[in-house]
Nanobody, 128 residues
Framework: QVQLVESGGGLVQAGGSLRLSCAAS????????MGWFRQAPGKEREFVAA????????YYPYSVRGRFTISRDNAKNTVYLQMNSLKPEDTAVYYC?????????????????????WGQGTQVTVSS
C-alpha cells in the first residue's frame, strides 16, 4: 500500500514555472514507477510525465516535452514535476500515481489504468 500526497500547485502567469512534489508513504517507494497525470474540467485525464523506479527512464507526451521535467528522490520517497514555460492550456488538477515496476515502454507508462495508487491532486492554474 502506498499513499501519495501532492503539493506545490497554485496560480502562475503564462511563461512562469511551478514545481510539484508528491510525497509517498511506505518503505517500498523505489519499487514503483511513478507518473503525473492531469485533468482539466470537462476533459479526460491526460498523461503528463513518468519515471521508472530507478529514475533511469523518463517519458513525456509532445505537449509538455522540453518544458516539464520529472525526477525522483528515492531517499526522500518523493517525485517531482518541474514545469517551465507554463501555458494557459496547462491549467488542470495534477495527480501523481504509483505503478508497477513492470511497466515497459511509453505506451505502458501513459495509460492511467496501469497505475495502482493515486494522490488527491493539486490545482495548477495558468493565467494568460
Amino acid at each position: 500500500q502506498v499513499q501519495l500526497v501532492e503539493s506545490g500547485g497554485g496560480l502562475v502567469q503564462a511563461g512562469g514555472s511551478l514545481r510539484l512534489s508528491c510525497a509517498a508513504s511506505g518503505r517500498t517507494f523505489n519499487s514503483y514507477a511513478m507518473g503525473w497525470f492531469r485533468q482539466a474540467p470537462g476533459k479526460e485525464r491526460e498523461f503528463v510525465a513518468a519515471i521508472s523506479q530507478s529514475g533511469g527512464s523518463t517519458y513525456y507526451p509532445y505537449s509538455v516535452r522540453g518544458r516539464f521535467t520529472i525526477s525522483r528522490d528515492n531517499a526522500k520517497n518523493t517525485v517531482y514535476l518541474q514545469m517551465n514555460s507554463l501555458k494557459p492550456e496547462d491549467t488542470a488538477v495534477y495527480y501523481c500515481a504509483a505503478g508497477p515496476a513492470t511497466l515497459r515502454d511509453y505506451s505502458d507508462y501513459a495509460k492511467s489504468v496501469r497505475y495502482d495508487y493515486w494522490g488527491q491532486g493539486t490545482q495548477v492554474t495558468v493565467s494568460s
